[in-house]
């Protein structure tokens, strides 16, 4: 035979131990089946005994001690018979379990209805109290309305006892009035009646003393007439007779109309001279010209503003560079106009507004040693028929000027329409051919610039009379930037050295750390003019000075910023529904 391993010996030696048990386990299970079954099977003997039972059962405690492992399989027994006790006592705890969970499902149920019924109870009990509230409103309202009603008849008894009295009183003055009025009318018969007598009585007494006034009322004016012709007649007679007199006469009454003509001319060309040159017209709203008066207020001014260096035409203007290229060269070309005594060009500036216009022509005037003046368009209809001599002041004004005049025609689509347009009024139309009488031939006295936002609408007469045309777009995205840069370096930086004096000024704007990024507002601006980018800094200085500590952080810019853009979004809304109402 083949040697077995190490495995198969020890397979071998668990393997009788086993079978061992297994035997001691079948005959305990014998012995106790033996034993129940002794107990189990009815004795057969009359007294209740049964001996078979008690041999079986010592027949298999002899086999049982005979085995190896019987102690073994006693306690194999033992566990099973706990295992099964501990399995009924399980049972019974899960039963009492189940009892307790039914129990206390049983409460919930219990307590859930008992909810429901309280819940029903103050249901009830809110629908008595509204009932009840509803009765004693009702009650109110019925009680309230009774007083009403009693108060309305009150009211009602007091208003017919009132018209009553009225009614009595009117009656009683009817009944005075008609009993004065037969009172008065008799005594006036009566009167009447003893003047007729008494006229009667006395009538040849008034004849004659009539007769009498009247002889002697003509007698007088008749010696009156004869006494005058007879003065007058000498006089006349004694005068025309005098040579000398006659030639004085009318050597005087000549010089003194003359005299009444002259001042009435001269009183006119003296008043005309004096409101050109020392006078404002009220067509100009803003001028840097300034009056004799005003020299004499303010001498440290006029002398500053006479020896003053003239200043870059685009400082502060930011435009596109190409722009900036040809108004440069405008600037340039108007200098050396007025240097070299050449007659002016006229041009006019369009574009949307808040672009830069009326700033650039207050610019180019001071850079060029002009004086300008700001005309608005809309002032020029509520003057009515003064229109036409208002424009002739304007420009007897104009003329006076010894530097050269920059007049600044802003909106001049209000004004200086198309002649053919239904909606021009007749005073304007005369005043609009008055400005073109003024304006059709060069000049060496001053240069008109208009500005306006619709050119199409522009008579063909004005333009005409326009030499250049300069369109001002909207700011790029890097000319917003500049600005942006610009606008917060003059209100936000240097915001508090506006206005200080010695007494102080505005509080310095702290600036956070974490605000520097002009470009992405730049990019967001798309659109904006630059007056709108210069509210935008004016709002955050306004923010700032609003912030308990004066602070300015790019929350509070982006805030401000979203509400500027809002608005932006809402204008435009505006402006193209105003476009197309207009179309």
Not at 296 to 316: C, D, F, Y
Not at 561 to 578: F, G, M, P, T
Request: contains cysteine; hydrophobic residues 35%; aromatic residues 6%.
């Amino acid at each position: 035979m083949w040697p077995f391993t190490s495995e198969e010996k020890k397979e071998e030696a668990v393997i009788p131990p086993v079978k061992k048990s297994i035997d001691a386990k079948t005959a305990a299970e014998s012995l106790a089946s033996g034993s129940l079954k002794s107990n189990a099977t009815p004795s057969r003997n009359p007294g209740g005994f049964d001996p078979e039972g008690l041999e079986r059962a010592a027949k298999a405690a002899r086999e049982l001690q005979d085995l190896k492992y019987a102690d073994e399989a006693i306690n194999l027994v033992k566990a099973t018979e706990k295992r099964q006790e501990t399995e009924a006592l399980a049972t019974i705890e899960e039963n009492k379990a189940k009892q307790k969970a039914f129990e206390a499902e049983h409460v919930r149920i219990q307590e859930q209805e008992r909810r429901q019924t309280l819940q029903a109870d103050h249901k009830l009990k809110q629908e008595q109290a509204y009932y009840s509230d509803q009765l004693a409103r009702k009650r109110h309202q019925d009680s309230l309305n009774a007083q009403r009603a009693m108060k309305d008849q009150q009211l009602k008894r007091e208003e017919e006892f009132q018209l009553r009295v009225e009614s009595m009183k009117r009656q009683t003055a009817e009944y005075e009035a008609n009993l004065r009025k037969n009172t008065e009318k008799s005594r006036a018969e009566a009167e009447a009646e003893g003047r007729t007598i008494q006229e009667r009585k006395n009538w040849d007494l008034h004849m004659q003393r009539s007769a009498m006034e009247a002889r002697e009322f003509r007698g007088t004016i008749l010696e009156s007439v004869r006494e005058a012709g007879s003065i007058i007649g000498k006089g006349l007679t004694s005068y025309l007779n005098d040579r000398e007199k006659l030639a004085t006469t009318a050597g005087t009454l000549t010089l003194i109309a003359a005299g009444i003509y002259g001042a009435k001319v001269s009183t006119g060309i003296i008043g005309r001279f004096v409101e050109a040159r020392l006078g404002k017209p009220p067509l100009v709203r803003e001028t840097s010209r300034r009056s004799v008066i005003e020299t004499i207020k303010h001498p440290l001014k006029t002398a500053s503003s006479m020896i003053g260096s003239k200043t870059n035409v685009l400082e502060g203007v930011v435009v596109e560079p190409t722009l900036h290229t040809r108004l440069s060269n405008l600037a340039l070309s108007t200098k050396n106009t007025k240097k070299n005594g050449a007659p002016y060009r006229h041009m006019m500036l369009y574009g949307p507004p808040g672009t830069g216009k009326t700033m650039f022509a207050k610019q180019l005037a001071h850079s060029s040693g002009m004086d300008y003046a700001i005309l608005t368009g809309g002032d020029v209809a509520p003057l009515g028929r003064d229109g036409v001599t208002e424009m002739h002041k304007l420009f007897d004004w104009a003329n006076t000027s010894r530097k050269g005049l920059l007049l600044f025609v802003d909106e001049a689509d209000a004004f200086l329409r198309k002649r053919t347009d239904q909606h021009l009024s007749e005073d304007l139309r005369n005043s609009l051919n008055a400005f073109l009488y003024r304006t059709g031939t060069e000049t060496k006295n001053f240069m008109i610039v208009f500005a306006t936002n619709e050119p199409d609408q522009l008579d063909w007469a004005v333009n005409d009379r326009t030499d250049e045309l300069v369109h001002f777009a909207l700011p790029g995205t890097a000319e917003r930037q500049k600005m942006l840069e610009l606008y917060f370096e003059k209100y936000i930086v240097n915001g508090h050295q506006q206005g200080s004096s010695l007494f102080g000024g505005p509080s310095k704007i702290v600036i956070g750390d974490d605000f520097d990024d002009f470009a992405s507002i730049a990019q967001k601006t798309e659109g904006f003019s630059g007056r709108e980018i210069s509210k935008l800094a004016i709002a955050w200085q306004a923010a700032a000075y609003g912030s308990p500590d004066c602070t300015i952080t790019k929350d509070l810019v982006n805030q401000v910023l979203n509400n500027r853009l809002e608005q932006h979004i809402k204008r435009s809304q505006w402006s193209a529904e105003e476009a197309e109402n207009r179309s």
